[in-house]
């Protein structure tokens, strides 16, 4: 199955901030960019960083699975592997995680490794990783 990438603008109060995190810590790599502006390759899709002067950060979440999940929250799913290895990369980072690497709806079909973390500007994030990735839609 080919997904077509998805694409995303976000705001965010600081531009190297931006680029030093989803290109620097993440290793998303950098596309065009401009004064107000810097696209980034976010596993295989576009998502673009714009620069809101005057944002604030807004912090909602909901329960799942025992964990408050902040909301919105952007993200996306990778293999097993490749998970570990960012969640490895950010932990000895020193990232201040929401939600820590963790098995989320364990024994279940959506059985899931995940993560959430913010961005300098507030954006949160959630990186996944399917135990069975055929799973990824299937009702628990």
């Known amino acids: 199955m080919t997904i077509p990438p998805f694409h995303l603008a976000f705001p965010v109060?600081?531009?190297q901030a931006a680029r030093a995190f989803y290109g620097g810590l993440l290793g998303?790599?950098?596309g065009r960019?401009?004064?107000?502006w810097i696209d980034f390759d976010f596993f295989g899709h576009q998502i673009v960083a714009h620069l809101a002067d005057g944002m604030e950060a807004r912090?909602?979440?909901?329960?799942?699975?025992?964990?408050?999940?902040?909301?919105?929250?952007?993200?996306?799913?990778?293999?097993?592997?490749?998970w570990q290895a960012l969640a490895d990369r950010l932990t000895a980072a020193g990232t201040d995680?929401?939600?820590?690497?963790?098995?989320?709806?364990?024994?279940?079909p959506g059985e899931q490794a995940?993560?959430?973390?913010?961005?300098?500007s507030g954006n949160?994030?959630?990186l996944k990783a399917m135990r069975d990735p055929s799973n990824l839609f299937a009702k628990n």
């Open 13 to 15: 109060h600081d531009l």
């Open 28 to 30: 998303c790599p950098e």
């Open 33 to 36: 960019s401009d004064a107000q």
């Open 59 to 82: 912090r909602h979440s909901n329960p799942v699975d025992g964990h408050d999940v902040p909301v919105p929250h952007f993200g996306a799913v990778l293999s097993l592997e490749q």
């Open 97 to 108: 995680f929401v939600i820590k690497p963790n098995i989320r709806f364990r024994g279940q």
């Open 114 to 120: 995940t993560m959430f973390f913010l961005d300098p």
């Open 124 to 126: 949160a994030l959630e």
